[in-house]
C-alpha cells in the first residue's frame, strides 16, 4: 500500500481565478502545529477580495480558506489540548498565546499569528491544513449544535459579536442599525440580541437577505439607498441610533453610518475598507460620539460556542448551499453572484 503524499486544494490564480491543483500535503514543521484533515469548509467574502487583488499582503499560488472543521491528523510533541482523532472547530485566527499582543487579548496582531490562514501561509480549502499554535487556535467541536452552525465559529460569528456588538457597545433597550446584510453582518444581527436592543433595523440593498434579516429578529428593513438616512430618522423620531455597525466596508455605506448615529452613540466599523472614506468632523464634531475600528481576536468563539450548545443562538440560516469538495469552483461561481443566487454562506462538504 502506498501513503498518498498530494491532495487537492483551491488556489489563488495567476490571473485572479481559483483554481484546483494537486499540492503536496502539508507536514508538522513546529512542535505546536497540528495537521487537521478537512471535514467542513466554507467561503469568506475576503477569499473574493484576495481574488480581486484587493489585499496585496496574499500573492498568486496561496491556498485560500480561513474557516471549517476538520479532524485532527497529527500533532507537534508540544501540542496538549488536542491529540489524533479530535474533530475542531479551526479559527481565523492563529494566537501563539504568549506574545505580548495575544496576553492583552488583541490575537488578531499576534506576532507570530493573527490572520495568516489563506492569507501568508496556505488555508483551509484543501484536504489537509497545517494549523500553527494548534492549542490556541483551535476549538473542540461541542455537542448539541450542528457542525454546518459550528463553521460559523471560525469567523462570522466572534467577528459579528466582537467588532460589532461589543465594539459598538450595545446596551439593553439600545437601538441599533447593521448597514450591510453579508454573512457577517447577519452575525451581528444574532448576536446582538442577546443584549435586548428596543430595536433592531437592517440596512442592505440586497431584498433577499432583508427578508433573512427580518426572520433572524431584525424589527425594521431597510433599502440602502439616497432616502435610508431619513427612513431612519422617521423611525427614531429625529434622534438616531445608538449603535451602528458598518459592515460593508465602502463610502457610502460608511456615510449613511456617520448620519444616522444618534447622539453620544457609536459607529462600529467592520466592513474592509479597500480605499479612503470622507470623516463628517464639521457635523459630528459636537455631537460626543465614538467611532471603533477593529479585527477579530476570537476570544468569544469559547462562549458562542457555550451559546450554540445551549440552543441560545442558531446560525444555521446563514448557511444556503452545500457543495461537495469537487464542486468548489461552482461553489465559488455561486458565492461570486450571491444575490442572484440568494446565497449567504456556502458549505464545503469534504465528506460527501
Ligand atoms: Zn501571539
Redesign the pocket.
Known sequence: MTIPTTMRALVYGDKGAPVVEDRPRPQILAPTDAIVQMVKGTICGTDLHILKGDVATCSPGRILGHEGIGLVHATGASVTTFKPGDRVIISCIT?????E??RKGL?SH????GWVLGHTIDGTQAEYVRIP?AD?SLHHVISGASEAAQVMCSDVLPTGFECGVLSGRVKPGSSVAIVGGGPVGLGVMLTTQLYSPSMLIMITRDQNRLKVAASLGATHCITFGPNAAEEVMALTGGRGVDAVIEAAGVPGTFDLCQEIVAVGGTIANLGVHGCKVDLHLDKLWHKNISITTSLVDTVSTGMLLKLMGSGKINPEALVTHTFRFAKMLDAYSTFGSAAKHEAIKVLIDFES
Open positions: 494566537s501563539c498565546m504568549s506574545c499582543y495575544c490575537a499576534c506576532v507570530d499569528g499554535h490556541g
